[in-house]
């Protein structure tokens, strides 16, 4: 069986500082990266601020255009459909945002954002005449949610879904989360730089490291056996619940870093770039 999503080759480009006088810099947000999503399975991407996490999400969902790449969904090259193929594929496929307030639009209602979903998510249907500003974060993060069920899609992009809330509200929303792709079938796209939650709830993993792909595969191997000093020095920077527990933090060695590394399987499944 095909995967649900294949990511082949993705580039994306931006150009800063352009002007009527000036051609601006070119910046690779995204460097040549491929991976694919097995349907049913949550895929984690993770990596630092700056290393183009966000942007592969947006760009498989076309919420930017990528510079070159293929993005295959369902077996369709999704940036070759027209504009009306697009739409009827966006149904199929939808991202839930980091900042559960400013993705929504503040002079709407709950009930105009989203209707249907609302009791799925575990909010009151009294409240949808509500407007974001009236409800506390974990609660806007799942009418978010509940917008993106609304077209009762089967992928899912979660953009950092839980930094923006509380850690006393975090797990309340993994746990709908994990409920939800049982109960609905979903696949989902996991973008985090909390790597104890993609321990948790991811099924593999794909570390990125300036615009690059270093290291992928099942999250215990990758966990246990870290390949790419990028990924060590991430994962030595966890915390651990015992203060007086024995660490050693890694620093990274950017000069031990191979830019023009290849990926290569390690083991069975599980590749880096060494």
Request: aromatic share 6%; with cysteine; glycine share 8%.
């Amino acid at each position: 069986m095909k995967p649900l999503v294949e990511v082949s080759h993705l580039v994306k480009d931006f150009v800063r500082g352009s002007g009527l006088f000036r051609h601006g810099t070119t910046v690779r947000a995204v460097d040549d990266i491929s991976f694919s999503i097995e349907e049913g399975e949550t895929f984690g991407l993770v990596g630092e601020s700056g290393s183009g996490k966000t942007t592969t999400g947006r760009c498989i969902l076309r919420l930017i255009e990528p510079t070159s790449g293929t993005i295959m969904f369902r077996g369709d090259d999704v940036l070759s459909l027209s504009r009306q193929r697009m739409r009827e594929t966006r149904r199929h496929m939808q991202i839930v945002f980091q900042d559960p307030y400013s993705s929504l639009n503040p002079r709407m209602r709950a009930g105009q954002i989203v209707e249907e979903p609302f009791r799925m998510v575990g909010l009151d249907p009294t409240h949808l005449a509500r407007r974001p500003h009236e409800f506390s974060g974990g609660q806007r993060q799942r009418i978010g949610l509940a917008r993106a069920l609304a077209l009762n899609p089967s992928f899912l992009v979660l953009d950092e879904p839980v930094s923006a809330l509380d850690v006393s509200v975090q797990a309340q929303v993994i746990n709908l989360l994990m409920d939800l792709q049982q109960q609905l079938k979903l696949t989902y796209l996991f973008i985090a730089h909390d790597l104890r939650l993609v321990e948790h709830i991811c099924n593999r993993v794909a570390v990125m490291y300036l615009g690059k792909i270093v290291e992928v595969g099942p999250t215990g191997a990758l966990f246990d056996a870290p390949q790419h000093p990028y990924t060590r020095a991430l994962l030595s920077a966890i915390p651990v619940a015992d203060p007086d527990a024995p660490r050693q933090r890694i620093v990274l060695d950017v000069k031990a870093v191979n830019r023009n590394a290849s990926l290569r399987e390690i083991a069975n499944g599980h590749w880096a770039a060494i």
